[in-house]
């Protein structure tokens, strides 16, 4: 998370996009690279939503996908800014 927002815009926009019909890996990440964004901006409800989804797709599928974390960090973030210590101690 380096402040490069700009560049993430563009990338989640593209994502999503193609995320449809590229299949279950592509639209994890753009959830969870929406997720990235979303903290940036401190808008921790689209947060949690962007996360949760990433990470319930990933939960759904038959493979491990080794890069959770890129929805868990933004998750865990999002519940200790809002004081959701339930939260934050689940997702951590």
């Known amino acids: 998370m380096q402040g ?3 560049e993430v815009r563009l990338t989640r926009r593209n994502a999503l996009t193609a995320a449809s019909s590229a299949g279950i890996a592509s639209m994890s ?3 969870a690279n929406s ?3 979303a903290v940036r901006k401190s808008d921790y409800a689209e947060t949690a939503q962007f996360a949760r989804e990433a990470l319930a797709i990933w939960q759904a599928s038959s493979f ?4 959770q974390w890129t929805a868990l960090l933004p998750l865990l973030e999002a519940s200790l800014q809002t004081d959701d210590v339930p939260a934050a101690v689940l997702t951590g």
């Open 35 to 37: 997720a990235w964004l």
């Open 64 to 67: 491990s996908f080794p890069f």
């Open 29 to 31: 990440r753009a959830r």
């Open 4 to 6: 490069k927002m700009a």
